[in-house]
């Protein structure tokens, strides 16, 4: 996925088409003015209509006839989904620099991540998230690098919503979510880490599935896999 690795102004756009497919054409988009929102923002929503079916799935942007600024000049335009965090951009800033805050302040913290980036950064977290063709593994930091092996990591950083240490990576056709297991997952003076892989399609998923030892069903297939584990609250 190399849109995910060489960024530019398509990379939305072209990671959506590979994972998502095109539902219409441009000429049939017909979003409403949006008078406040940056042109990225705007390029976001367009994308987003253009996908053949749903692009986010737990955090949500804000729709397009709700967007406006405070009276600093703040644009909210994402929510984490239990409304704990906020992300915005100073409309003055012409940089575009994207800043979050927690339920209850007031006070902005500085992502790190442009307006551009950080919607490209949800977009890839939310189809991980969506996937319908997944499955989680639980590997000690020994196995970490054969388990990436085919995996580049992605420049993003995790949210704030979100531990410190959470990672994404992508291969050719695949996503991995990478982050500290849920408790009771891990044993005292064990290190793992619990990786989600996701992809397009099953035909997809189920290789990487195998090299785990563990098989991904279709519904066409009579019962799902069993799982050697309680399955994740991810």
């Known amino acids: 996925m190399d849109e995910l690795l060489s960024l530019d102004s398509d990379s939305i756009g072209r990671f959506l088409r590979r994972w998502y497919g095109t539902a219409r054409s441009v000429s049939d988009v ?27 799935f737990q955090d949500r942007p804000v729709t397009p006839q709700d967007l406006a600024p405070d009276s600093c000049g703040m644009l909210e335009f994402w929510a984490e989904n239990q409304n704990g965090h906020f992300w915005a951009v100073d409309l003055t800033d012409d940089t575009l620099q994207v800043f979050s805050r927690e339920a209850g302040g007031s006070d902005w913290t500085g992502t790190g991540e442009s307006l551009r ?6 977009t890839v977290r939310e189809a991980v998230i969506g996937s319908t063709s997944k499955f989680t593994a639980f590997v000690d930091e020994a196995g970490i690098t054969k388990a990436l092996e085919l995996f580049e990591p992605l420049k993003f950083v995790a949210l704030a919503s979100e531990e410190p240490h959470v990672k994404l990576w992508c291969s050719k056709d695949a996503l991995v979510r990478m982050a500290p297991p849920p408790t009771g997952y891990d044993s005292p003076g064990e290190q793992l880490w619990m990786l989600t892989f996701a992809a397009p399609s099953d035909s997809l998923i189920k290789r990487y599935a195998s090299r785990f030892g563990l098989e991904i069903s279709t519904e066409a297939e009579s019962a799902p896999a069993e799982l050697p584990y309680e399955p994740p609250p991810f």
Not at 31 to 41: D, R, S
Not at 117 to 122: E, I, M, P
């Open 117 to 122: 980036d950080f919607l490209l950064h949800c």
């Open 30 to 56: 017909r979003l409403e003015a949006i008078p406040y929102a940056p042109a990225e923002l705007v390029e976001w929503h367009t994308a987003a209509v253009l996908a053949n079916g749903p692009v986010t």
